[in-house]
């Protein structure tokens, strides 16, 4: 148990459908992260978020829209997904500082399969 | 660019010693951190070097020398539970985002 919590655990959804995803953290960290992580393939940052505010945004196509309500709670907003977005989807929180401070702490992870 | 290169995977016996080594070549750097993997788990963290040198904690020991862009983890006493991937990461210079390697798939055997 890391602190943070994802729902759900696993997804499925069809290419039409509109689904999100939830990410939760209870270490009272001021940065947020999601990644994809497919096989064979390196851990890929999609978006941070520090104090609430978008700070990366590493080229991910538009049917992936994150939200941050507040620096607890982080979404990933999904529509007409592809088959090629079948992966883990991670979430991870950090508080924002020097040095080791910058650790992130993952949560287990959303397995989503697109058919 | 950034690239982080890492063996795919390695094999170690109970009580062996392993080491799994990292390059990378990242336009900024902040740091290097290691992370450990189970199957189906969440990747926990296990060590960060900002400066060169080693870093001892317990079995498990990080090396990281910035001028040749390289580092290592160090394994000892290898238990069966070690079996995992361990991923290699690089801060960026913003401190924003970490770059991960592909991973290193260690199998440990009786």
């Known amino acids: 148990e890391t602190g943070v919590t994802q729902t759900p655990r696993h997804l499925v959804m069809g290419m039409t459908n509109k689904k999100s995803l939830k990410c939760e953290q209870h270490?009272?960290?001021?940065?947020m992260y999601w990644y994809k992580q497919s096989a064979k393939k390196p851990l890929e940052l999609m978006f941070v978020?520090?104090?609430?505010?978008?700070?990366e945004n590493n080229s991910v196509p538009s049917r992936f829209s994150p939200e941050c309500p507040n620096s607890s709670h982080l979404f990933l907003h999904l529509h007409t997904l592809q088959p090629e977005d079948s992966a883990l989807y991670l979430c991870?929180?950090?508080?924002?500082?020097?040095?080791?401070?910058?650790?992130?702490?993952f949560g287990p992870g959303t397995r989503l399969t697109v058919t | 660019g950034q690239n982080i290169d890492q063996p795919t995977e390695m094999t170690a016996t109970e009580g062996a010693i392993v080491q799994i080594n990292c390059t990378y070549q990242t336009s900024g750097f902040n740091g290097l951190f290691w992370y450990q993997q189970h199957a189906g788990e969440a990747p926990t963290f296990l060590s960060y070097?900002?400066?060169?040198g080693l870093e001892e904690k317990g079995r498990f020991s990080s090396f990281l020398s910035r001028s040749k862009g390289y580092s290592y983890l160090l394994l000892k006493e290898l238990q069966m539970k070690d079996s995992a991937s361990y991923l290699c990461?690089?801060?960026?210079?913003?401190?924003?985002?970490?770059?991960f390697g592909k991973g290193t798939t260690l199998s440990v055997s009786s």
């Open positions: 990461a690089v801060l960026n210079q913003a401190g924003t985002a970490l770059i």
């Open positions: 270490l009272g960290h001021n940065a």
């Open positions: 978020y520090s104090l609430e505010e978008r700070v």
């Open positions: 070097n900002v400066l060169d």
């Open positions: 991870a929180s950090s508080q924002d500082g020097s040095g080791s401070s910058y650790e992130q702490y």
